[in-house]
C-alpha cells in the first residue's frame, strides 16, 4: 500500500512548529539578560503565531493555497525586518538563537509554500518488506574446510581437457567447408529490366 505525503505540506508544519517554538526562546540578548518574541514584540508575536497557524491550514485543511504563500511571505516578512531593525526593548542587543530560528523557519515556510504550490509529493510504502530466505549454497562459499580431503569433496570437478575441446568443435566449421568460410554479400540482387 503506497502513501502520498506532500512534501510541501510535511515542510509547512515542520516549520510552522519551530516558528512557534522560536517565539519562547531568546530573540535579543545584552550581556546576562535576554528577551524573548513575547517581551519584545507588541502584536508581531501574535502576526507570527497566526500566520504559523494559518500556513498549517492552507497546507492540511480547505484553505487555499495562496493563504499558505501569503502566510510565508508574512512571516519571512516580519521577522527579515525584527532582525534588521530590532524593537525597542531589543535596540543595541546581540541577536539570540530565537531569532535565527525564526528565520530558518520562515524560509521553511516560503520553501514548502513553493513545494506546495508545485505539487511535488514523496511516495512512501508503507508495507513491511520480505525477509529473504538463507540459502545454504550461499552461506558455504566463503568458508574454507580445514582439511584438504574435505576441499577435495567439496569441489565440483573440472571436466576433462578433451570434453572442453569437443564442445567447442561442435560450432568450428568443418576444414573441407569452404563456404563457410566465405564472405557474404548482404546485398540483394535485383532483377535488371
Do not use: C, H, N, Y
Amino acid at each position: 500500500m503506497d502513501r502520498k505525503l506532500d512534501a510541501g505540506a510535511l515542510l509547512v508544519a515542520a516549520a510552522s512548529l519551530l516558528l512557534a517554538v522560536s517565539l519562547f526562546l531568546d530573540w535579543f540578548g545584552v550581556g546576562g539578560s535576554a528577551v524573548t518574541a513575547w517581551d519584545a514584540f507588541e502584536i508581531l508575536d501574535l502576526v507570527l503565531l497566526a500566520a504559523a497557524a494559518v500556513a498549517v491550514a492552507a497546507a492540511f485543511g480547505p484553505l487555499e493555497d495562496r493563504l499558505l504563500v501569503g502566510a510565508a511571505g508574512v512571516a519571512l516578512v516580519v521577522v527579515a525586518s525584527q532582525l534588521i531593525q530590532a524593537p525597542p526593548a531589543g535596540q543595541g542587543a546581540d541577536i539570540e538563537v530565537g531569532a535565527w530560528l525564526a528565520l530558518a523557519s520562515a524560509f521553511g515556510l516560503v520553501g514548502g509554500a513553493a513545494l506546495s504550490s508545485a505539487e511535488i509529493a514523496v511516495t512512501v510504502d508503507v508495507q513491511g518488506r520480505e525477509r529473504r530466505q538463507r540459502v545454504a549454497a550461499v552461506d558455504r562459499r566463503g568458508e574454507q574446510p580445514d582439511d584438504p580431503a574435505e576441499l577435495a569433496t567439496t569441489r565440483e570437478p573440472e571436466p576433462a581437457p578433451d570434453e572442453t575441446a569437443s564442445s567447442f568443435d561442435r560450432f568450428a566449421p568443418a576444414a573441407d567447408d569452404t563456404q563457410a568460410t566465405q564472405a557474404v554479400d548482404a546485398t540483394p540482387e535485383t532483377p535488371e529490366r
